[in-house]
């Protein structure tokens, strides 16, 4: 698996390798076919199957791909760099030193003078040029035309969902698309800060093309993992969208090989072969239910730490996290690490999250980030069954009944009361929910004493029960598993 590192950090070895790479697909006639795919990607105006819609970012990770895999039949250790413009973002930049892409157009027409894509070099002459230009150097206007993206900016794009929206174009809202959002608010800018040969249809004949591009890349990576439950969109045949758009539409211009990529094809890029440096590895921390919080850290940029937990009994479970870190918690289950129950910011105390929720038995995951992609910092994790939960409701016995409402499907309320006087009680819901009871106890809550559906009046459950002194707990939930509706129970003697 190949690993796609962070420019900046390459060593002296590295760029030169990378360097080396690329001139000799420019030598041999490789690395204008690939100017060419982009040209006439976007000569297709209206039918381009690689701007300007959903398949923005899958048409650009196959093509970084190919020349990825170009790259390396020249020389196996290369991988592309990506360029965090976030970071690095002036014409001092180390990106710009001459031993790597060169420097800013300072000659005439914006003509690039240093490094080794200079024109004066004799190895980097433009052969693919948009139409009616006819510069054969490579060419840059830094900061001429538009701002670098901040990270503040990218993290409010890779919290936008979902994917992509109607009408599936440049016109798609960049608040309800993150698709034409990446695309728009901060791809675009990249191309057009770097200026001249960046702002062309063949804008790969800048090579910082591919770095910029798989910091795009990268940054759509960041997103699906921060989004597990949010898919690719829109299915093939959507009425309005491009051909080569839809999720299992053949992309341009490979739609005529044996089997042609598809969108499909290359949502998961470990799938395709390499990784980003900023991923970690993840191991998942077992938590156990109502023991003191676990102090961990968001310690790299972008990392996400993996809990489990296992819910032996059927109850409300909150999961919350404590301290001065503003992180995202995200559910799974049961028995199933990818299957999204739930997610939440900012529920809990501060910026905390808290989930609550009613759980089956079962194991459960949770997986916890910072809210912001380029943050850090440490945090306490806790899971409490819903015993050691204060907000539990206490039934009086003789007093009033209390209101309630299943509000989910699968929902079940828990409450308790309290024996004094042994003899007859009377557990009983009222309203037009066909509730379902199960009493435990005493002093336990998982020990069933009795259950009831029907026998009280309507749909309502009853139980008539001789109880001894002791602590009790009452579930209500729907006789459906996806019903839902409000309703009021009360203990009478
Ligand atoms: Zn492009
Ligand atoms: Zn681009």
């Not at 804008?203 to 591919?210: E, H, I, L, R, Y």
């Not at 995951?365 to 912001?372: K, L, P, Q």
């Not at 907000?391 to 299943?406: C, K, M, S, Y």
């Amino acid at each position: 698996m190949g690993t796609r590192k962070n420019q900046s950090t390459l060593t002296a070895a590295e760029k030169a390798a990378f360097v080396a790479a690329v001139k000799a697909l420019k030598a041999n006639g490789t690395y204008d076919v690939f100017v060419d795919q982009h040209r006439t990607a976007f000569l297709a105006g209206v039918n381009d199957p690689a701007h300007g819609g959903p398949a923005f970012l899958p048409w650009h990770r196959e093509y970084l791909r190919r020349f990825e895999l170009a790259l390396q039949e020249i020389d196996p250790d290369v991988s592309i760099p990506y360029w965090d413009w976030t970071v690095d973002r002036t014409a001092g930049a180390s990106i710009w030193n001459a031993d790597f892409m060169g420097g800013n157009g300072t000659g005439p027409g914006g003509r690039v003078m240093t490094g080794p894509f200079a024109f004066s070099t004799g190895e980097w002459t433009l052969t693919v040029l948009d139409p009616g230009d006819t510069d054969t150097f490579l060419t840059r206007a830094f900061g001429v035309m538009g701002s670098l993206p901040t990270q503040q900016g990218v993290n409010t794009a890779t919290n936008i969902v979902p994917y992509d929206s109607p009408p599936w174009n440049r016109n798609s809202s960049t608040s309800t698309s993150f698709r034409n959002h990446l695309e728009g608010i901060i791809h675009n800018p990249g191309h057009m800060w770097v200026g001249g040969s960046m702002m062309a249809m063949s804008s790969p004949n800048d090579p910082v093309f591919w770095l910029h591009h798989c910091n795009i890349d990268r940054l759509w990576s960041v997103w699906q993992r921060e989004n597990p439950g949010q898919n690719y969109l829109p299915p093939s045949g959507t009425p309005g969208v491009v051909d080569g758009h839809g999720l299992d539409d053949p992309m341009p211009p490979w739609n005529n090989e044996a089997s042609p990529p598809m969108p499909r094809d290359v949502l998961d890029h470990h799938a395709l072969g390499y990784t980003y440096d900023d991923e970690e590895p993840t191991q998942v921390v077992p938590l156990t239910v109502d023991a003191a919080p676990f102090t961990a850290s968001i310690g790299q940029a972008g990392e996400i730490d993996a809990y489990s937990f296992v819910a032996s009994t059927q109850e409300s479970y909150v999961i919350e996290t404590e301290g001065s870190t503003d992180v995202v918690a995200a559910l799974y289950g049961p028995n199933d690490a990818n299957a999204l129950i739930a997610e939440d910011d900012d529920s809990g105390v501060d910026q905390n999250s808290r989930i609550a929720r009613n759980l089956v038995p079962g194991t459960y995951y949770v997986r916890i980030r910072h809210y912001s992609s380029s943050s850090t910092g440490s945090y306490r994790i806790s899971v409490r069954g819903s015993g050691l939960q204060p907000g539990i409701q206490t039934i009086q016995v003789n007093g009033p009944a209390v209101q309630g409402t299943l509000s989910a499907a699968n929902e079940r309320d828990l409450y308790t009361f309290t024996v004094v006087t042994p003899g007859s009680h009377t557990i009983e819901t009222a309203g037009s929910t066909d509730c379902f009871l199960t009493l435990f106890g005493p002093n336990s809550q998982t020990t069933v004493i009795t259950q009831d559906d029907d026998s009280g009046p309507g749909t309502n459950s009853r139980i008539v029960q001789n109880l001894g002194a002791g602590v009790y707990y009452v579930q209500v939930r729907h006789y459906s598993p996806t019903g839902t509706g409000a309703y009021s129970v009360s203990v009478r003697t």
